[in-house]
């Protein structure tokens, strides 16, 4: 077991990556928006404090907040929690921002609702990291309490290896005006069901030079249908719910996501 902390600790510090610029990642994230009209909808059917896990710069956290709902906003990374109450103060919000594993959550409440949105169900790459992300959710939820959350879909378009920078979309740089054109090389282990990604981002200026590259690196995990049905019963949760996207579309061989709403039925 102590040998499984250490790796479980290893392999979540080195898969950060993507989330050493919060500031870029708030750009690139922040338009999206359909998770969290999802989870208003459910917030508003239960009393108490909301947990929300792997919360990340807050981008769900603060808009419940400004609803007025008491939330409490778990993660990892620092520098994202560090951004995250930059934001909160500036719109003179009270959040409880806490740096936590969410393997290992130690948090002194029990809640009727925890949600983690952004795909970060993926972010646990063994089964022993999967159990104890549960497990973490199972013991600060009361009985009958909601756990809500996603992860993409294993499609066989979504698991398509490119062992070339494969374009994936371009934006604009809000305070730079830079175009960024997005790029993505990625390779299937099917054995650890582990997706080795790596992102190119390239800055580039009016005149078409590019002004800045750089290159993140992050593993994700998929789980299947089935495979997730079984975890999630064993873990104490009844499925009551599952979406192939946040719109609530019935889940099929062509979504991209599968949205889980579970509820605490076991310890």
């Not at 969410?102 to 790459?125: A, M, P």
């Amino acid at each position: 077991m102590f040998l499984g902390v250490i790796f479980l600790k290893k392999y979540i510090n080195d898969n950060l990556d993507e989330y050493n610029d919060p500031v870029l990642y708030d750009k690139e994230n922040e338009p999206f928006q359909q998770d969290i009209a999802l989870i208003l909808k459910w917030a508003s059917r239960v009393k108490g404090t909301i947990i929300d896990l792997a919360c990340g710069t807050g981008r769900a956290t603060i808009p419940l907040a400004n609803k007025g709902y008491n939330v409490i906003g778990v993660d990892l990374e620092k520098k994202m929690l560090d951004e995250a109450i930059k934001k909160s103060l500036k719109q003179n919000l009270s959040i409880d921002f806490i740096q936590q594993d969410c393997t290992q959550l130690h948090l002194n409440i029990k809640s009727h609702f925890i949600y983690s949105i952004g795909n970060s169900f993926q972010h646990f790459l063994t089964n022993h990291a999967q159990d104890k992300f549960l497990e973490s959710v199972n013991k600060h939820l009361v009985m009958g309490g909601i756990f809500i959350f996603g992860t993409r879909f294993p499609s066989e378009d979504e698991l398509v290896e490119s062992s070339e920078n494969k374009y994936w979309r371009t934006y604009e740089d809000s305070e730079t005006k830079y175009k960024v054109e997005v790029y993505l090389k990625s390779e299937y282990d099917s054995i650890t069901q582990l997706q080795h990604n790596e992102t190119t981002r390239r800055f580039i200026n009016n005149e078409g030079n590019i002004i800045k590259e750089s290159k993140t690196e992050l593993s994700l995990r998929y789980v299947f249908p089935k495979e997730m049905e079984r975890l999630l019963n064993s873990s104490g949760f009844e499925i009551v719910h599952v979406y192939g996207d946040w719109n609530e579309t019935p889940l099929t061989n062509a979504s991209n996501e599968m949205i889980y709403i579970c509820k605490k039925i076991a310890k």
